[in-house]
Structures are given as C-alpha cells and as structure tokens.
C-alpha cells in the first residue's frame, strides 16, 4: 500500500512541475499505478534504500537513484538497481498461504472485519 | 519465482482472500503517466524528501494525516509498525534502510544536488485512493511548493 501511496503522489506532484523519483522495492504496484521514474530495489519490503547496517551500499543506492532524475527522458523509466539479497527464500514466503497458516489467516480476517465495524461505529475514521 | 520481482498485488489478493475478504482490492492503475522535466540540472535543483513512514508509533486504528518534521537533525526515529514491510526477511532498526538523510545531507555537500528542503513530508498509506489522490498529495503538493522544492524522492517502506 505504501508503493501505491507514493506513486499516487508523485503522479500529483509531476502533473503539477515537480520532477520525481520513487525510489522501492514493489514493482508490479508502482508500475500498475505508473510514474515518471522509478528506481527499483529487489529487496524485500522495508529496506528500499538498501541492506540495514550497510551505510555504504546505502548511499551507492541513493546515488544511483539520484542519477534518474538526470537520465530518465520519458515516464515510465523504471531503472533496476544491481544490488541483491544474501538470498531469494523471502520472495515466496512473503504473505504466503498454506495448509499450514490458513486457519489463522481465517480467524484474523474475523478479527480484522470486527476492528474496522468498530472503528466505523465509534466514529473513528477519516472523514475527509 | 527465483529471483523473479515478488508479485505484490496477487500475493495480497490470495492473502486476503484467505483471510475471507470478499472483494479484491483494485489496485490504482492509469494509461498514462505525468512527465515533467527536469527546470534545471540536478546539481542546482532543491530536493523534497517523502515517505510513508510516521512520526510516532501509531496504532493501526489511528486516523492518519500529511505530517513534516525538519530533515537536519532529523527525528530520533521514524516509525513503520503499522506498515506492510518483510517481518521475516528484515528489520527496520536501521533508519538508513529506509530514510535516505545521510545520503542526502552528503550529496547536498558534495554538490550532487542544489540544495535540501529544510522538512521533510510524511504521507498516510491509505486503503482510499480517493483520498490520496484527493487530499493527501494536493497537501503533499502544497507543502513542496512552500518548500521551493525542485524536485521530490519518494521512498515508501
């Protein structure tokens, strides 16, 4: 939700003058949505800028997202960046349904449905 | 799927879909997409951050807004508890993972770009496209105006 949030706003800002780059690691949502420039870390969710604890590769991967605002020359530019996780297991295991998880998963949409009435009862929402 | 760019959006259809969802969510999908160029070279332009992280821990029933906070210092930390990130695979105990600030206070240094809007601007994930759309990146918009932001990097966790 987050990919689309920002893509949605950097559609906003770019019809409005300002140049973008979404810089992330959802591809299919940001280019779903469609922006102007996109630099793309195929890194599982919540690392966009690079390996936790890697200040260096941090800042290879801000720089390079940096170098699309030069070099992008038409919307839709997505730029894959080189970098790699130690290890692809987390690309199935992500939201991952099984025999094993489906029961739980069952019981925390109940839960879930139960938490969003009781917000929208309560008044407790945007109204906007 | 080896090395393959995980698909986010079937991945979450089955997900929900599992948990007793009745209608998938539709995605926000356009034909065209905004361009604009570059109004100077990059080595001149002032640069906006955007994320979706948030100010303070929220709880995931909290209503959310547009917030800012000075980028220099920033905040001790940024929170993504309420965000859909890899729990598995990662952490988000390193805010240089997510929140590029060093990177840019360098690249502010080095002259790589112009300048660094004094704030940055934390944007609300939200299930209503409506209302991102609508209210949250017109008031994304205008707090870069009142910025004289250049140009914006947007980072979602």
Same mark, same amino acid.
């Given at each position: 939700m987050c990919h689309q949030t920002v893509s949605l706003v950097a559609r906003h800002l770019e019809a409005n003058g300002i140049p973008t780059v979404v810089l992330g690691s959802a591809r299919d949502i940001v280019e779903h949505c469609g922006v102007a420039r996109f630099a793309f870390?195929?890194?599982? %969710?919540?690392?966009p800028c690079g390996k936790p604890g890697d200040a260096t590769m941090q800042a290879s991967v801000v720089d390079a997202a940096l170098g699309l605002f030069d070099s992008?020359?038409?919307?839709r530019t997505t730029v894959p960046l080189p970098w790699r996780w130690e290890?692809?297991? /987390?690309r199935e295991r992500y939201m991952q349904v099984s025999a094993e998880n489906r029961e739980e998963l069952r019981r925390k949409g109940e839960q879930r449905r139960a938490e969003r009435q009781a917000l929208r009862d309560s008044g407790r929402v945007r109204q906007e | 799927m080896n090395g393959q760019p995980v698909p986010y959006m079937e991945r979450s259809r089955l997900y929900y879909e599992a948990q007793g969802f009745t209608r998938a969510y539709t995605w926000a999908q356009f034909d065209d997409a905004p361009f604009s160029p570059m109004p100077k070279p990059l080595a001149e332009a002032k640069l906006v951050l955007v994320t979706t992280a948030a100010l303070y821990d929220r709880e995931a029933s909290d209503p959310r807004y547009v917030a800012s906070a000075p980028l220099?210092?920033?905040?001790?930390r940024l929170y993504a508890?309420? %965000?859909? /990130?890899?729990r598995e695979a990662t952490?988000?105990?390193?805010?240089g993972s997510y929140f590029p600030v060093a990177p840019l206070l360098a690249a502010r240094a080095d002259g790589r770009i112009g300048g660094l809007a004094a704030r940055f601007h934390c944007v609300p994930t939200d299930y209503s496209k409506r209302r991102t759309r609508e209210v949250d990146a017109p008031e994304i918009l205008k707090r870069c105006r009142e910025d004289a932001a250049d140009i914006a990097l947007l980072v979602p966790v």
């Amino acid at each position: 939700m987050c990919h689309q949030t920002v893509s949605l706003v950097a559609r906003h800002l770019e019809a409005n003058g300002i140049p973008t780059v979404v810089l992330g690691s959802a591809r299919d949502i940001v280019e779903h949505c469609g922006v102007a420039r996109f630099a793309f870390l195929d890194f599982p %969710l919540g690392n966009p800028c690079g390996k936790p604890g890697d200040a260096t590769m941090q800042a290879s991967v801000v720089d390079a997202a940096l170098g699309l605002f030069d070099s992008a020359q038409a919307p839709r530019t997505t730029v894959p960046l080189p970098w790699r996780w130690e290890n692809d297991e /987390w690309r199935e295991r992500y939201m991952q349904v099984s025999a094993e998880n489906r029961e739980e998963l069952r019981r925390k949409g109940e839960q879930r449905r139960a938490e969003r009435q009781a917000l929208r009862d309560s008044g407790r929402v945007r109204q906007e | 799927m080896n090395g393959q760019p995980v698909p986010y959006m079937e991945r979450s259809r089955l997900y929900y879909e599992a948990q007793g969802f009745t209608r998938a969510y539709t995605w926000a999908q356009f034909d065209d997409a905004p361009f604009s160029p570059m109004p100077k070279p990059l080595a001149e332009a002032k640069l906006v951050l955007v994320t979706t992280a948030a100010l303070y821990d929220r709880e995931a029933s909290d209503p959310r807004y547009v917030a800012s906070a000075p980028l220099n210092p920033p905040p001790e930390r940024l929170y993504a508890n309420d %965000l859909s /990130w890899d729990r598995e695979a990662t952490h988000m105990e390193d805010r240089g993972s997510y929140f590029p600030v060093a990177p840019l206070l360098a690249a502010r240094a080095d002259g790589r770009i112009g300048g660094l809007a004094a704030r940055f601007h934390c944007v609300p994930t939200d299930y209503s496209k409506r209302r991102t759309r609508e209210v949250d990146a017109p008031e994304i918009l205008k707090r870069c105006r009142e910025d004289a932001a250049d140009i914006a990097l947007l980072v979602p966790v």
